[in-house]
């Protein structure tokens, strides 16, 4: 298990550095200069003056130049300045914003997960029954619905007309902080944010179940007088489960998409407020960082699908 | 005949098929005795499995038990027909008063459990044990069926066991309660010839030390000879004949137990056929579906002695003497 945790930590730090090239080639591509963002528009310069600016960045350097000076102070844990606003520390500005974009996302997961799940069980149970197909049409609509639509949307209803939920911000300014300001400001944004995962999740898991419900051991389990209740929960669902955590890892990546989405429609500081604006001035360090970090991310939750998967299944051998 | 600790009467099940009842099971009379072994024999389709999944009523969704009654006797010497006890009541026999073993042990058993916390699921359900006594006593029942080395055994799980063994584990867990009953549905089906034999040996050891009825269900006549004492013929969803079971190979007194047997090869009984010219015997024709039954007996469409009579009206089950039985109008002319 420890061999294989440390071969996935090496690759991952192996697709981490594709990843920052791939970024990094992609954003020089990109039309568009920091330094027009950089200058105050009001005030004319000379093209000596920017180039001097230019080169005090680095940014006249070759690419290669520039990229394996990055690479090399990242590998120090120096990820370096942001242009725009000089004299912050990219860390500083990633660390600053990791925490609410965690928050949010892992709120929106373990509701779309629980939900899901939940809703996927009580469709495979009671299949083909009224409540089988009103749900099984709400995840359809659930899965149709982009999030920039659903975010506006619940927007509109929640915080506009029906005034239960606040529009935006994670906490209230100038109130001091508490954790139920905190969760009213979180439930709206969270919960938009898990719709399509737990739409996506409640098709899988009826699917799943209703396969594992025709399975011998599940008559086995009733013919030993297992309680019903517990022939779904205990000797059905782990079985279901399987092909559920593996989508559940792979859609994580998804969500961020998701969740950049949402943190701009409920101007929540997160990674994702940050990224937006960092492109919008072609901030290169601050995306690359953000990217970073993100990526890292990714990775590791998919370590942990994986040690998921082999601690439900036993047939799976990490090594 | 003792008091019977299973006694089935007039069953009729049902598989809803299209948006129609199609009887799958029609009219079953069966009777065991305390530590009597009963085989059902039959072909693919004859409705054997059903009538063994309709005591417990571990049937599909589609499937129902329509009429009859299943008289069972339990532990405690009260009969009570399980046909119509509450969900409640019957999942208390489950596991406890009957055990039950299936065909597959390699899907039968749940892959994400170990071998022993499957074992001890019933006992903890039914007996009402603490995790860590159940979890000795399925080692115990392990170490019964002839398990070598249970305790590390009872640890793994599923994928971890062969074939052989993997049943052994689900007779264990039948029995984990010690049921008056023991219903095997096809046990030896999917098990290799040597393996097929080992697994009979031990039900029949098993069943001299506890004394258990069995409900044996197979397709082999040769299984029937080696562990039964009586046997029920079924096709087409009816018991066609029924007696002890060296009467009924001896006497069939059906004609399609007749052709049943005619059909079981004998050792180099092939090369001589194939040297005489004659190909091996078969019983004409197919099992008709069960939803368009022909009129009368079943049987008479693929019935070499079939008159008019045969076709006018299903037969009832002859008594032929000796405790024997046959749903053949002309069982004394055969």
Known sequence: MLTFILRRLALGLLMLIALSVLVFVLLRLAPGDPIDAYIDPNVSMSRAEMAA??????????????????????????????????GVRVLELVFERIGPTLLLMATGLVLSIVLGIATGIIGAVRRNSTTDVGLSVAAFVGISSPAFLTALLGLYFFSVQFRIAPSGGMLTPGAPF?????????????????????????????????????????????????????????????????????????????????????????????????????????????????????GACVILVNLLTDITYAAVDPRIQVA | MPEPILDISGLTTVYRIAG??????????????????????????????VTSLSILRLLPRIGRVAKGSVGFRSKSGVVRDLARLDADALRQVRGNDVGMIFQEPMTSLNPVYTVGEQIAEPIRIHLGKSHKDAAAAAVQLLAD?????????????????SGGMRQRATIAMALACDPALLIADEPTTALDVTIQAQILDLLQQLQAQRGMGILFVTHNLGVVAEIADRVAVMYAGRVVETGRVADVFAHPRHPYTIGLMRSVPRLGEATLLK????????????????????????????????????????????????????????????
């Open chain 1, 53 to 86: 600016i230019r080169a005090r960045l680095g940014l006249d350097q070759p690419m290669p130049v520039q990229y394996f000076a990055w690479l090399g102070a990242a590998a120090t844990g120096d990820l370096g300045y942001s242009i725009q606003r000089s």
């Open chain 2, 275 to 334: 040297q005489a010219g004659t190909p091996l015997p078969t019983i004409p024709g197919t099992v008709p579906s069960l939803a368009r039954l022909p009129q009368g007996c079943s049987f008479a469409p693929r019935c070499s002695h079939a008159i008019e009579a045969c076709r006018a009206a299903v037969p009832p089950l002859l008594d032929t003497g000796n405790d024997q039985a046959s749903r053949c109008i002309r069982w004394q002319e055969l």
């Open chain 2, 145 to 161: 069926v002839g398990i070598p080395d249970p305790a590390r055994r009872a640890k793994q799980y599923p994928h971890e066991l």
């Open chain 2, 20 to 49: 129609k009842d199609v009887a799958v099971v029609q009219d079953l009379d069966l009777a065991i005795a305390p530590g009597e072994t009963v085989a059902l024999v039959g072909e693919s389709g004859s409705g054997k499995s």
């Open chain 1, 178 to 294: 508490s954790v139920g300001d905190l969760l009213a400001h979180l439930i709206l944004p969270a919960a938009l944010l898990s719709i399509g995962q737990a739409a996506l999740i409640m098709r899988y898991m009826r699917a799943s179940m209703l396969e594992v419900l025709n399975q011998d051991y599940v008559r086995t389990a009733r013919a030993k007088g297992v309680r019903e209740f517990f022939v779904i929960v205990k000797h059905a669902l782990r079985n279901a489960l399987l092909p559920v955590i593996t989508l559940i890892g792979s859609t994580i990546g998804m969500a961020i998409g998701g969740a950049i989405f949402i943190e701009s429609v409920f101007n929540w500081p997160g990674m994702g407020l940050l990224m937006v604006n960092a492109v919008e001035t072609r901030d290169y360090p601050v995306i690359m960082g953000a990217t970073l970090v993100i």
